[in-house]
């Protein structure tokens, strides 16, 4: 168990971090949703606060009295269990309740958490409420990357704020760490560190001898794939990927800019020159693939990722690897809503690694096993090379 007041201390400086991050916003940005996956930060700052009450204030906190009684309605996300919900794409059209509605209920509920966490929990309890604030700091990073979205495909290109860096440079040169064949074991093993259910079960895992990179793919060596050709040599894509270029037109990576024949990057500070030495970001899963190929390497798998990662930094960008998202030795689902918060997406999506910098604080680690559909690069996706 942890201590009470290192709990509650932890619950208010998430929930304040999310609305830190929602500042530099006008009213105007907190609705709009440009496609389904990105969801406006008025839902994102309603469900994460609908996700304490869901699943802590209304079971446990006696005589608890909702905030508002549509609120589940408006921003449950995908909890089959818990009832009906807005669809996901028409999160964009809620423009009710308004965005100082919201802010109300995040007070309201936080509130109420303080009240009922100045009483001692159980240890179920306590085990929801660390889900609760890890699942509001997955929010936070995906606050930064939809409001990055929202923004960069406003055709003024408007700027978050003036001190979000995101792209920093690696300043050491490439090596190529050499891991030797063996049994290896994989997957969360500190019973007192937080972690989710999908990297369970501790197991064994088999790998050849290999070098990786000690060193992310920078903006300046894709360059060299654009200009060479890449987008346009089939070789070097998987047929589905081949299609994802060909319909969607891909020619770079999301938010570079062409302007008259010198590239630009949208970032959260404005429209910027490209910073070559900066790691690549905004990739999909197919775009690493086909870089790897040009580079006669190949993506590491999660598990090699894993192994190495101590002898590497990490946490600029979630790195695309060659590992399908799938079930651990063992693997169970928690009864429930709280069952579908991972085990019903390990289907057709690929293991990212690290973290990125949109992640936030208290928030990564070497078993941390994010996922996302390989044509996704929204999210600050970048690539290492194996060999």
Request: proline share 5%; net charge negative.
């Amino acid at each position: 168990m942890i201590a009470t007041d290192t709990l509650v201390s932890f619950f208010l400086e998430t929930r304040q971090h999310t609305e830190d991050i929602c500042k530099p916003l006008e009213i105007e940005d907190y609705v709009v949703q440009p496609i389904v996956d990105v969801s406006p930060p008025k839902w994102h700052l309603g469900h994460t606060t609908w996700f304490f009450e869901e699943f802590i204030l209304k079971p446990h906190k006696p005589n608890y009295k909702l905030f508002h009684e549509d609120f589940a309605f408006v921003f449950n996300s995908y909890y089959e269990n818990v009832g009906k919900r807005v669809i996901r794409n028409d999160r964009g059209n809620l423009s009710r309740p308004g965005v100082a509605k919201v802010y109300d209920y995040r007070q309201y509920v936080t509130n109420e958490m303080k009240d009922f966490l100045s009483e001692e929990i159980s240890a179920e309890i306590e085990e929801i409420l660390l889900i609760g604030i890890h699942h509001e700091k997955q929010h936070q990073e995906l606050l930064v990357t939809d409001i990055k979205y929202i923004l960069g495909n406003n055709p003024l290109l408007p700027k978050y704020n003036d001190s979000f860096s995101e792209n920093p440079r690696q300043n050491f040169q490439r090596e190529w760490i050499e891991m030797y064949e063996g049994i290896y074991e994989i997957g969360h093993t500190n019973s007192d560190e937080f972690c989710y259910d999908n990297e369970l079960g501790r197991h064994k895992v088999y790998l050849h001898d290999y070098k990786i990179s000690n060193k992310l793919v920078t903006n300046a060596e894709y360059l060299e794939f654009i200009n060479a050709g890449g987008y346009q040599d089939f070789n070097l894509w998987h047929a589905e990927g081949l299609d994802w270029v060909k319909q969607n037109q891909i020619e770079a990576p999301m938010y570079w800019h062409n302007i008259d024949g010198e590239w630009h990057q949208y970032t959260l500070n404005g429209l910027q020159k490209l910073n070559i030495n900066a790691p690549l970001s905004h990739i999909s899963y197919y775009e690493a693939f086909a870089f790897a190929q040009w580079k006669e390497c190949r993506l590491p798998t999660e598990f090699e990722w894993e192994v190495a990662q101590e002898n590497f930094e990490w946490g600029n960008r979630w790195e695309w690897t060659e590992s399908a998202y799938l079930p651990y030795p063992g693997y169970t689902k928690a009864p429930g809503a709280i069952g579908e918060y991972n085990g019903k997406f390990m289907v057709n999506q690929k293991v990212l690694r690290g973290g990125s910098v949109s992640t936030s604080s208290k928030h990564t680690r070497p078993t941390y096993r994010n996922f996302f559909h390989p044509n996704l690069r929204w999210q600050f996706t970048g690539l290492r090379l194996v060999k």
